[in-house]
């Protein structure tokens, strides 16, 4: 059984950059899709982007020019950067793992997530 | 992007009575290529994380329970619940990962008559 465990600050001041990180337990990181996601009352789900094995990346075009996703094998982790923080990035921060798919399919639905981090933008 | 939308937003059903919720994506998530509708369906109770319910629009996940099913091809799909339990009181999204960015719908609020 997959583990999905976030970690970081609840509270971060504007214009700040936000560093959060997801521990994978019961399952290696590779050969996997790791996404983040949040969730806001005003904006609901939003997916910000995927790291896939040992580096490739995609990502949200509406967060494209603030987010770095990257991934340490070593630790069994990923980690999610967003920079030049707004109140409006207010959100419970999901990290998730998209399903493995075949080898002739799309990667895009998720089936692990961690149970969320509230982080606060605020001064 | 494409964009979610799904219907009612909220929706009241008693117990032991059918549920079924839409969601319309503004352009077809259908590939010809692989056959297949990249649409996925999500239930979350509160205080909860998402929970995969359906992928390929009709697909179940592991050990989700046999009331859940999903229809649907190209821009129209439905989540049904063919009994409603008391534990099924959440909110259900849909998803569209035919193409990045993806994108969720708004979510429908299912609660008991």
């Known amino acids: 059984q997959v583990h999905l465990q976030e970690s970081g600050p609840g509270l971060v001041k504007p214009s700040e950059t936000l560093s959060l990180t997801c521990s994978v337990s019961?399952?290696?990181?590779?050969?996997?899709?790791w996404s983040w996601i949040r969730q806001s009352p005003g904006r609901g789900l939003e997916w910000i982007g995927w790291?896939?094995?040992?580096?490739?990346?995609r990502y949200n075009p509406s967060l494209k020019s603030r987010v770095t996703i990257s991934v340490d094998t070593s630790k069994n982790q990923f980690s999610l950067r967003l920079t030049s923080l707004t109140t409006a990035d207010t959100a419970i921060y999901y990290c998730a793992r998209i399903r493995p798919p075949m080898k002739w399919d799309l990667p895009g639905d998720f089936d692990y997530w961690g149970q969320g981090i509230l982080v606060t933008v605020s001064s | 992007d494409i964009v979610m939308t799904q219907s009612p937003l909220s929706l009241a059903v008693s117990l032991g009575e059918r549920a079924t919720i839409n969601c319309k994506s503004s352009?077809?998530?259908?590939?010809?290529?692989?056959?297949?509708?990249?649409l996925a369906w999500y239930q979350q109770r509160p205080g909860q994380p998402p929970k995969l319910l359906i992928y390929w629009a009709s697909t179940r996940q592991s050990g989700v329970p046999g009331r859940f099913s999903g229809s649907g091809s190209g821009t129209d799909f439905s989540l049904t619940i063919s009994r409603l339990q008391a534990e099924d009181v959440a909110v259900y999204y849909c998803q569209q990962y035919y193409t990045p960015p993806l994108t969720f719908g708004q979510g429908t609020r299912l609660e008991i008559k």
């Open positions: 790291v896939y094995d040992s580096g490739n990346t």
């Open positions: 019961g399952g290696s990181i590779r050969p996997n899709y």
């Open positions: 352009q077809s998530v259908f590939s010809s290529s692989k056959n297949k509708n990249y």
